[in-house]
């Protein structure tokens, strides 16, 4: 749980110390903050509250790597210091050691309903206790992000904050409606490290956000170190949108990330965009060109214009290189073909290339993912479509017979989560072709309503792209995303009996004193009664 402060919000930050430090001080109650995503269940008691001192302990079961390792994490939120920072203990060790009535702790329990499965928890708040409950790590993980929501936003400073900290008493009983939830980050276009990765993933992991998709390459630049081609990354890799330095990931610096993200259970799903938008390819190879020559790098962005050369064997040859080194260094089950905006290929150019390209895949191990023109050719068992555009009558039809074979989907329709589409007219950053989205746009919609004829089963989740043509900046990308990715988070988490656009707002505008805390550079939108100051109510 990385920690941020920018000299701009230490005011912010200290505003919460002083307002908490008053409550403490007059033996006022804290009160429930609003929970982004919303639980499944939550009910808050009159109960005094417990309170969080230096010497509360962190318990956790004997032996278990995964706990200690998120007790850890949850320590380091706890504390600005050593001497401050909680100890993790192992529950049985703890118990040999203490004399009389144990003391208050933080305790991780494996004892959770079997139906809130793998992602649920249950968190419960008495004077004397809090028991994080779960099946699985992931659960223990995500009952510390709730846990973190209950705690004054001061907490996210990295110097001094109020000790001791009190959390309001209750029960939040809690699982995830879709399995999938996602946002998608185009490093194409425009480049970005792994320090601005790792913070999107600090900010995915607060809202309970389980999938990054990297989109590595695209006609602008190819993002990913693959041996044997070092030209991708060299010459392929030197450019993005407008004509910059570009960048790319060492294998190492990817294997890292993917690390990183799965310490905070998110999976790391690759793209190579295969046939088109593949210039930055091209450019690097000669003999990926059907008339092998090279083109000139590109830096503008326009769509369409580029393809492998899908009648050579030295394509299907890259394209194995390319699918086994990534499988390799990406443990999670997915591999994204791309498929999209392929314009200079026959329907039976496009069928044969994806169809071999889908048994390349399938042959190391991994799930097929594709932009929803997947659904055009023959799908290989379990294949994943993402869906971009929901609303072409062809493209339903395509869909509803690819489920009807065994494809599940991703729901990303472009009017409503492409975080690179404006807030407004007058938002500068982004785009307007798929129309404007706003910060209503992107949460008041039914998942379930979206393709006819699609069992709400066949649904895996939302996934929120973010592409970059106009995006260059953490700033920017933190400006695009939230406070959208927020209400996208929300609806793929939070039970259906929630979403209501009056109360999210409500429960959306309580975040910003955390957010301020965190630097997150979001955007303020008009719509939303934004927090300024802690409430005493």
């Given at each position: 749980?990385?920690?941020?402060?920018?000299?701009?919000?230490?005011?912010?930050?200290?505003?919460?110390?002083?307002?908490?430090?008053?409550?403490?001080?007059?033996?006022?109650?804290?009160?429930?903050?609003?929970?982004?995503?919303?639980?499944?269940?939550?009910?808050?008691?009159?109960?005094?509250?417990?309170?969080?001192?230096?010497?509360?302990?962190?318990?956790?079961?004997d032996g278990d790597p995964?706990?200690?390792?998120?007790?850890?994490?949850?320590?380091?939120?706890?504390?600005?210091?050593?001497?401050?920072?909680?100890?993790?203990?192992?529950?049985?060790?703890?118990?040999?050691?203490?004399r009389g009535a144990p003391s208050p702790a933080l305790v991780f329990s494996a004892d959770a309903p079997d139906s809130l499965g793998t992602e649920g928890y249950v968190l419960t708040i008495a004077p004397e206790r809090i028991t994080l409950a779960a099946n699985a790590p992931a659960g223990w993980f995500y009952a510390t992000q709730t846990l973190r929501q209950l705690l004054p936003p001061a907490v996210e400073y990295e110097a001094a904050f109020p000790v001791p900290l009190a959390v309001p008493a209750g029960r939040i009983v809690d699982r995830p409606r879709f399995g999938w939830r996602g946002m998608m980050l185009d490093v194409a276009r425009h480049f970005f490290g792994p320090d601005d990765v790792r913070r999107l993933l600090d900010l995915m992991a607060l809202h309970k956000l389980n999938r990054l998709h990297l989109h590595l390459s695209d006609d602008q630049g190819w993002r990913i170190e693959i041996p044997g081609w070092p030209r991708l990354t060299e010459v392929g890799g030197s450019t993005e949108v407008g004509g910059g330095p570009g960048g790319f990931f060492s294998l190492d610096e990817y294997a890292a990330l993917v690390q990183y993200a799965a310490e905070r259970y998110i999976i790391i799903v690759p793209e190579i965009d295969l046939p088109g938008h593949t210039n930055a390819a091209l450019a690097s190879y000669a003999e990926l060109n059907c008339d092998g020559v090279a083109p000139p790098l590109y830096t503008g962005t326009s769509v369409g214009f580029s393809t492998v050369c899908v009648e050579r064997e030295a394509t299907y040859r890259f394209v194995e290189d390319v699918v086994r080194t990534l499988a390799e260094v990406t443990p999670g089950p997915y591999f994204h073909l791309g498929g999209d905006e392929v314009r200079e290929l026959s329907p039976e150019?496009?069928?044969?290339?994806?169809?071999?390209?889908?048994?390349?895949?399938?042959?190391?191990?991994?799930?097929?993912?594709?932009?929803?023109?997947?659904?055009?050719?023959?799908?290989?068992?379990?294949?994943?479509?993402?869906?971009?555009?929901?609303?072409?009558?062809?493209?339903?039809?395509?869909?509803?017979?690819?489920?009807?074979?065994?494809?599940?989907?991703?729901?990303?329709?472009?009017?409503?989560?492409?975080?690179?589409?404006?807030?407004d007219g007058a938002t500068v950053l982004g785009l307007m072709w798929a129309g404007l989205n706003s910060v209503r746009d992107a949460y008041d919609w039914d998942p379930t309503a979206l393709l006819p004829g699609v069992p709400t089963g066949a649904i895996e989740g939302i996934e929120a792209p973010l592409w970059s043509e106009t995006i260059s900046t953490r700033a920017d990308l933190e400006f695009m995303a939230f406070p959208r990715l927020a209400g996208i988070a929300d609806l793929a988490w939070a039970p259906a009996a929630t979403h209501d656009w009056t109360a999210y707002r409500l429960r959306l505008g309580a975040q910003a004193p955390r957010w301020t805390t965190l630097g997150l550079n979001f955007y303020r939108s008009p719509d939303i009664p934004w927090a300024t100051a802690p409430s005493r109510d």
């Open positions: 749980m990385q920690r941020c402060c920018f000299s701009s919000v230490c005011s912010v930050a200290w505003l919460w110390v002083c307002v908490a430090g008053a409550l403490l001080a007059t033996g006022a109650r804290a009160q429930p903050v609003a929970l982004l995503p919303a639980p499944l269940d939550a009910a808050f008691s009159q109960d005094a509250p417990f309170t969080i001192v230096p010497e509360t302990p962190i318990l956790v079961p995964d706990a200690h390792r998120i007790a850890g994490m949850l320590a380091e939120l706890l504390s600005f210091s050593e001497v401050t920072r909680p100890r993790v203990v192992e529950a049985r060790a703890y118990a040999r050691t203490v150019q496009y069928a044969t290339f994806m169809i071999r390209a889908q048994a390349i895949v399938e042959a190391h191990g991994k799930r097929v993912i594709g932009w929803d023109e997947l659904a055009e050719v023959d799908l290989v068992p379990e294949s994943i479509i993402q869906v971009w555009r929901p609303a072409e009558a062809e493209t339903q039809t395509q869909i509803r017979e690819a489920v009807e074979a065994g494809a599940t989907v991703v729901l990303s329709p472009a009017d409503r989560v492409y975080l690179d589409i404006k807030y």
